[in-house]
């Protein structure tokens, strides 16, 4: 992975309020109401996956206080959609301070899916659920089939298999590797945001 060996190169798009609270405050945290406003009715799923993934990487990776909702960063600058006016910003982070996964997993927790550990019991899963007249959206959206619920929670933690060997330098997948960050610092600022040149 690109970085010093104790930290990892990433990149994120932002918008000019949170460039702007760390050029203010020397760091910036994300909150559950900025995602609850961004999404609008969408909001539920998302807040669903976002849940799960707080208090799973907050038993990974000290929480700062302030911090609520993480951040999103990616390994590959082309993996980064910069639409909406948002900017594009180049961090240098400490290897503790990232969570490290593959974004098609993510991808899977944000469409409540069940994350299996391969597609075969995905498909299996799927199978199971057809037969029942049931949707993973439906089971994690109510609260009327909490087995159910609790099986492919379970299953989201599968989330956080490769991070371990991803810090390690093991060239587990090719591309697509997302972080997870609680904060974005001044100081891990490279390129982007009109930081650089400014001592970040």
Not at 60 to 73: D, H, K, L, T
Not at 131 to 141: A, C, N, P, S, V
Request: some cysteine; glycine content about 10%.
């Amino acid at each position: 992975m690109a970085g010093t060996g104790h930290t990892i190169t990433l990149y994120t798009a932002q918008a000019d309020p949170v460039a702007e609270a760390i050029r203010r405050d020397g760091t910036c945290f994300s909150k559950e109401a900025y995602v609850r406003k961004k999404y609008g009715e969408s909001a539920p799923i998302f807040v669903t996956a976002y849940s799960f993934f707080v208090g799973e990487a907050a038993k990974r990776m000290e929480r700062p206080e302030g911090a609520e909702y993480p951040y999103w960063a990616f390994h590959d600058s082309y993996n980064v959609d910069p639409s909406g006016g948002y900017g594009m910003l180049k961090l240098e982070v400490p290897l503790d301070q990232v969570l490290l996964f593959d974004v098609r997993d993510w991808n899977r927790i944000l469409c409540l899916k069940y994350l299996g550990e391969t597609e075969e019991e995905e498909r299996e899963i799927q199978n199971q659920l057809a037969e029942q007249g049931l949707t993973e959206t439906k089971i994690m959206l109510t609260n009327f089939y909490p087995e159910w619920k609790m099986r492919i929670r379970e299953s989201w933690k599968r989330l956080f298999r490769l991070n371990e060997k991803l810090k390690a330098g093991q060239d587990v997948t090719k591309n697509g590797i997302q972080a997870g960050l609680w904060q974005i610092r001044r100081e891990w600022i490279t390129e982007g945001g009109g930081f650089h040149g400014e001592g970040a």
